[in-house]
């Protein structure tokens, strides 16, 4: 791939089921900083804890019917933020509509997310190879979005031993697994210290889930 091509509006397919959209969400990227503040200051970023009671380096909250949760009875989805008591705040229209156009590029027709996770790295955060699963149906795609510091994201294969490759997301990147590709392993590697203009010293990710 040359960087001449790589670009807004490129999809750039990698794998069966993967693809890369360089760039997709830089249209819009102040109004989604905007409607993420309005998402941050009714449900605040927390440090969750793992099942095995250990907190989480990445900061996390949601947007959406339901919200990704974990605590020591394990990971699930909650229709309450349980730091809020109050039902999550409602995806904006600019979220879902940025996801659909996303995943239909990638080839997932009507894509209609019903969770947005956000997550947020400073410096040195890192995520560890996991697999998205515990939402309901594994035929809708996964899209993520990428604001602020540049990240390695590991992208591995569908057994935890397998090879992973590393892929840089920057601000405004957005990548779409599924189909074949919905339960590789993926994770990102410790965030580099950095200034992002917008976003300051931090990386921010949206994922959209179709979750219940
Ligand atoms: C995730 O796997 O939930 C987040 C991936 C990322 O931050 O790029
Ligand atoms: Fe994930």
């Known amino acids: 791939m040359s960087d001449l091509f790589a670009g807004e509006g490129t999809c750039v397919r990698l794998d069966d089921g993967v693809a890369y959209l360089p760039a997709h969400a830089l249209p819009d990227d102040d109004a989604l900083l905007e409607a993420l503040q309005g998402i941050l200051s009714a449900a605040p970023l927390r440090h969750m804890v793992t099942p095995g009671g250990l ?39 600019l979220f879902r509509a940025l996801a659909a156009t996303a995943a239909a590029a990638a080839g997932f027709a009507e894509y209609s997310p019903d969770v947005c996770l956000v997550n947020q790295y ?18 809708h795609p ?19 031993r397998d090879p992973a490759r590393r892929l840089p997301l920057g601000h405004g990147d957005v990548l779409v697994w599924g189909g074949p590709a919905r339960l590789r392993f993926h994770g990102v590697l410790a965030l580099k210290d950095g200034l992002h203009p917008q976003l300051g010293a931090r990386r921010i990710n949206l994922t959209f889930r179709r979750a219940l």
């Open 55 to 93: 907190a989480m380096s990445v900061a996390m909250t949601n947007c959406g019917e339901a919200g990704w949760v974990s605590d020591r009875q394990g990971y699930r989805y909650a229709r309450e933020d349980p730091v809020t008591g109050r039902a999550w705040p409602a995806m904006p229209a």
């Open 122 to 139: 400073v410096p040195g955060t890192r995520l560890s190879l996991h697999q998205d699963r515990d939402e309901r149906d594994f035929a």
């Open 142 to 160: 996964i899209v993520s979005v990428s604001l602020g510091l540049p990240a390695t994201f590991l992208l591995g294969g569908l057994q935890r």
